[in-house]
């Protein structure tokens, strides 16, 4: 007897292991044509699992995409502060002096936090704030120096940014 897989299946490999519930929401969400349905699913998969950091870059994600930027920085940092509690380090990137522990594990806290501030940059760019672009940049060298979440992308389109406007 065969299986017949489910209409959602598994589309997004959100994270290794993580909570049904909230795996099943989030599929749906990724398979919705519907932004406000989709947008419903991803905050019903953060009640099913408040402590998902996956859960969390899924929402922020979404709400970047959409042109959100207010939503998705909001997401970011709330992103940002579970992510140094769970990892037992401090939120404050400015107070890092070193690369975080456990960087290189895909999925540790430390990872999610590093991609919440390449993400927090992005957003920041987006936004038209230089300043606080490259200081989040800076702590991002600092933090990940072999660049292992791709922050060197952003200095690149900062430096084109910055060309752009120094050539106009």
């Known amino acids: ?3 017949i897989p ?3 299946s598994e589309r997004v490999r959100f994270a290794r292991r993580m909570d049904p519930a909230s ?5 749906e969400a990724a398979a919705s044509p519907q932004a406000d349905r989709a947008e419903a699913l991803l905050n019903k998969a953060a009640r099913f699992a408040p ?8 929402r922020y994600k ?8 207010a939503s ?3 997401v970011v940092r709330a992103t940002l502060n579970k992510a140094a509690t769970q990892g ?7 107070q890092h002096t070193a690369p975080l522990v456990d960087r290189e594990q895909p999925e540790s806290p ?11 940059a992005f957003i920041r760019l987006r936004s038209g704030a230089a300043d606080e672009t490259a200081f989040l940049l800076k702590a991002l060298s600092v933090l990940d120096p072999h660049d292992l979440v791709g922050a060197s992308v952003i200095v690149e389109l900062t430096a084109g940014i910055g060309d752009a406007v120094d050539a106009g």
């Open 72 to 74: 998705a920085e909001g």
């Open 62 to 69: 979404f709400y970047f995409y959409r042109g959100e930027l």
């Open 1 to 3: 007897m065969s299986t």
């Open 110 to 120: 430390a990872r999610y936090y590093l991609y919440g501030l390449k993400a927090l």
């Open 88 to 94: 037992g380090f401090s939120a404050d990137w400015s």
């Open 6 to 8: 489910s209409p959602i």
């Open 23 to 27: 795996n099943a929401c989030l599929q």
């Open 51 to 58: 402590e998902s950091l996956a859960v969390d870059v899924a």
